[in-house]
T-cell receptor, first 112, second 116 residues
Framework: GNSVTQMEGPVTLSEEAFLTINCTYT??????LFWYVQYPGEGLQLLLK?????DKGSNKGFEATYRKETTSFHLEKGSVQVSDSAVYFC???????????FGTGTRLLVSP | DTGVSQDPRHKITKRGQNVTFRCDPI?????LYWYRQTLGQGPEFLTY????????KSRLLSDRFSAERPKGSFSTLEIQRTEQGDSAMYLC??????????????FGPGTRLTVL
C-alpha cells in the first residue's frame, strides 16, 4: 500500500540556519504530494503541494520538489525563523478518493 | 468563509459511553474526510464522503464507529461503547472536487477525545 517515511525529529536549529526535512514515499501511480504544518495549539495547515513529477511547491520561503526517480519530496528553507517551530507532516494523496496518507511528522525547534 | 469547524473541541468520557462529534466543512466543499491522530503520529484516514454518500471506510473504523453526512453538509462521527484505545484527536477535513484548490484538504481544529 501507499506509505510515507519522513525523518525523525526533533530537528533543532538556530535562527537563520538552513533546513532540510527528508520525505520519501511508496505509491502506485503518480500521487500528489503535500507538506502540512501544525503550529503549537493549532490545526493542520497546508504548507505547499506538488501534483506531478519535477513540480516545485513553495510557500513562506519553504520549497519542495517532486522527485519521481528518487520517490522523494524533501522540504527545504534557506533561513529558518523562531516562528517556524512546529511539526511538519509529509503526505500523499491516493488516486482514488484522494485520501491523505501521512508520515509520522517531524518536530522543528528553532532557537534565537 | 469560516473554514472547517468541529464541535466539541474536547470531550472526556468514561469507558463504555457513547460520544458524537460534529464537523461543519467549508460550505462549497462536497468532499469530507475524517482522520484520527494519536500522540506522536500522523493523522490516519478513517472515512470519506462525497456529498451525502460514504464512499470509503478504513479498516481502522470498527463496527463501534459510524459516520453520517445526511444532507451533504455537516457530518457526525459516533463512537459507541468507547474504549481507552479510542483516545485520540479526531480531525475533519473538506475539499472541493474542482477549482483552483482542487485536491487540497482543509482541516478543522480537531476534537480531542479522552476515554477514562
Amino acid at each position: 500500500g501507499n506509505s510515507v517515511t519522513q525523518m525523525e525529529g526533533p530537528v533543532t536549529l538556530s535562527e537563520e540556519a538552513f533546513l532540510t526535512i527528508n520525505c520519501t514515499y511508496t505509491a502506485t501511480g503518480y500521487p500528489s504530494l503535500f507538506w502540512y504544518v501544525q503550529y503549537p495549539g493549532e490545526g493542520l495547515q497546508l504548507l505547499l503541494k506538488a501534483t506531478k513529477a519535477d513540480d516545485k511547491g513553495s510557500n513562506k520561503g519553504f520549497e519542495a520538489t517532486y522527485r519521481k526517480e528518487t520517490t522523494s519530496f524533501h522540504l527545504e528553507k534557506g533561513s529558518v525563523q523562531v516562528s517556524d517551530s512546529a511539526v511538519y507532516f509529509c503526505a500523499l494523496s491516493d488516486l482514488g478518493f484522494q485520501k491523505l496518507v501521512f508520515g509520522t511528522g517531524t518536530r522543528l525547534l528553532v532557537s534565537p | 468563509d469560516t473554514g472547517v469547524s468541529q464541535d466539541p473541541r474536547h470531550k472526556i468520557t468514561k469507558r463504555g459511553q457513547n460520544v458524537t462529534f460534529r464537523c461543519d466543512p467549508i460550505s462549497e466543499h462536497n468532499r469530507l474526510y475524517w482522520y484520527r491522530q494519536t500522540l506522536g503520529q500522523g493523522p490516519e484516514f478513517l472515512t470519506y464522503f462525497q456529498n451525502e454518500a460514504q464512499l470509503e471506510k478504513s479498516r481502522l473504523l470498527s463496527d463501534r464507529f459510524s459516520a453520517e453526512r445526511p444532507k451533504g453538509s455537516f457530518s457526525t462521527l459516533e463512537i459507541q461503547r468507547t474504549e481507552q484505545g479510542d483516545s485520540a484527536m479526531y480531525l475533519c477535513a473538506s475539499s472541493s472536487a474542482s477549482g483552483p484548490a482542487y485536491n487540497e484538504q482543509f482541516f478543522g481544529p480537531g476534537t480531542r477525545l479522552t476515554v477514562l
